[in-house]
């Protein structure tokens, strides 16, 4: 199985690259964002601030600093409550379509997702959870991609995580 869902921090993975669920200003906030920063360490901020920030469902990719990756995808999920002129599941399926691309492009192997947009952006859990599962799925059928990791910080998407996984396949 090239998929697999685990349950805690991504931060302390030992994979080619963990995905940031970032906000548009790459500069840090809080959730999973948060954390990434705070471990990783001040060269982490001060690579971002180069980018010039990133769009919604775009990503950049960095260093890893202190984080035992060596890399770190940045993309931005849609704000839920939001009206964009691109409907948010579009917006949200980008995310993980841009982040595999950059992996790609990379040569990067092993890929760690949280649940993008799931925390303070309000994407519905059971909504969020099908766009990542279908997304990577169809994606890495025919990829260079060897492994994709789902981390899941909440015991709660680790269920829809499971539970969704188990009825596509
Ligand atoms: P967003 O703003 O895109 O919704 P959040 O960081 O608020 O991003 O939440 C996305 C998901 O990341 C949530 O399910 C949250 O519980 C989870 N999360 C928070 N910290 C971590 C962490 N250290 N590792 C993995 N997931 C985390």
Redesign the pocket.
């Known amino acids: 199985m090239k998929i697999e869902i685990l349950s805690?921090?991504?931060?302390e993975l030992r994979v080619d690259a963990i995905v940031n669920?970032a906000?548009r200003s790459l500069l840090g906030?809080?959730?999973?964002?948060g954390?990434?920063h705070r471990k990783a360490g001040i060269e982490l901020l001060e690579e971002c601030r180069k980018l010039g920030g990133c769009e919604i469902g775009e990503a950049k990719i960095t260093q890893a600093y202190k984080l035992p990756s060596k890399h770190i995808i940045h993309t931005v999920?849609p704000e839920w409550y939001r009206e964009y002129e691109v409907p948010k599941e579009e917006l949200l399926k980008n995310c993980y379509l841009n982040s595999l691309k950059l992996a790609e492009e990379y040569n990067l192997k092993t890929i760690a997702f949280?649940?993008?947009?799931?925390?303070?952006?309000?994407?519905p859990k059971d909504i969020g959870t099908r766009i990542a599962l279908k997304t990577v799925a169809n994606y890495i059928e025919s990829s260079t991609i060897e492994k994709v990791f789902f981390?899941?910080?909440?015991a709660e998407?680790y269920d829809y995580y499971t539970e969704f996984m188990k009825e596509m396949l």
Do not use: R
């Open positions: 805690g921090d991504i931060t669920a906000n906030g809080g959730g999973v964002d954390a990434i999920a949280p649940c993008i947009g799931m925390g303070v952006y309000s994407c981390v899941c910080f909440e998407l």
